[in-house]
C-alpha cells in the first residue's frame, strides 16, 4: 500500500475521532495492522487499550461460585529424590566410561500392533536415524538443470 497525503490526513482525522483501528481500516480500504503500523510511525497519540479499564469506570465482576475442595495432593518437596522407575526402565543409566549412543528412532512395524517398535541401531552424529534410515529419510533435492538435461 502506498501512503498519500490524502490517505494519511484521513488516518490523523479517523484516529482523532477514536475510531477503532479495525473501523479506520474498513473505511480506508487497508488492514487494521496497515493502520497499527503507520499510526506508530507518524507517532500518533496511544490509544487507551479496550481491555484494560479505567478503575474507577470498570463495573465490578461477580464473585466467582465457590468450588468444592478435593482431595490434596502431598507436598512436592516429598517426591523429590524419590525413584522414577518408569523412566528407569525406559532409560536405563549410561555408563560413565562409555556414553551410550543415540538410538534410531526409526518406527518399524504398524503403531498400536504389539510388535511396533523403533530401530534403536546407533544414530548417526546429528540425525535422529542410524545411517540406513538416514538415507531413506533424507533425499538429495535434485539440481533443476539435471532434470532438463
Known sequence: MEWTD?????????WAEGLSTAEIGRR?????NAVVGKAHRLNLPARPSPIRRLEGAATPRPA????????TLPPLTASIGA???????IMPAAKSSSPRATPCC????????????????AAATG??????????AYVRVRDKREDAA
Open 83 to 89: 525413584p522414577v522407575p518408569v523412566l528407569r526402565a
Open 106 to 121: 526409526w518406527p518399524i512395524g504398524e503403531p498400536g500392533k504389539p510388535s511396533f517398535h523403533f530401530c534403536n541401531a
Open 127 to 136: 540425525k535422529p536415524y542410524c545411517e540406513e534410515h538416514a538415507a531413506i
Open 64 to 71: 466467582a461460585p465457590k468450588r468444592a475442595q478435593g482431595p
Open 6 to 14: 490524502e490517505t494519511i490526513a484521513k488516518l490523523r482525522t479517523l
Open 28 to 32: 480506508l480500504n487497508i488492514s487494521k
